[in-house]
């Protein structure tokens, strides 16, 4: 089971996680991004292209079901403003044993962070700047090729 969502609401950990849960297998990895409060971020702003932004996160689950033997995937993003602390992303996975669910949960968050579309803008007491893509989220993105 594939559960993909761009939402404005806070991520429920309960909800998602019971939803990966359900699938009965034995191994269960999950991913909670926070939003983090780096060089005085005292908000974050994300924006994305309705359908496309959910589309990317479609085929990043779908290829994480194709590549390890998968009972569910469930990636939720959040966009809108938020405060550091707050629950920006959750992946979760379910396999047979650990060590697949392990290695596709964090496929999956590599992958997202340079295939699915978001924009991204922190606010400072300085001002306000855009968030450039990262060399390390390329790198860790090409390390599953």
């Given at each position: ?34 939003v983090r409060a780096d060089d005085g971020v005292a908000t974050l702003t ?7 932004t959910e589309a990317a996160l479609q085929a990043v689950a779908e290829a ?61 007491d300085a001002g306000d700047r855009w968030v450039e893509p990262r060399a ?10």
């Open positions: 089971m594939i559960r993909v969502g761009v939402q404005t609401a806070p991520i429920d950990l309960a909800d998602a996680l019971a939803g990966v849960e359900a699938a009965g297998m034995g191994g269960i990895a999950s991913f909670t991004g926070l994300l924006e994305h292209y309705p359908g496309m994480a079901a194709a590549r390890w033997s998968l009972g569910a995937v469930t990636i939720l993003h959040r966009v809108g403003t938020m405060h550091p602390g707050e629950r920006i992303v959750f992946v979760g996975t379910a396999a047979a044993h650990r060590a697949e669910a392990l290695a596709a949960c964090s496929y999956c968050i590599d992958r997202l962070k340079t295939d699915a579309p978001f924009w991204k803008r922190e606010a400072t390390a989220d390329d790198s860790a993105a090409k390390g599953w090729e």
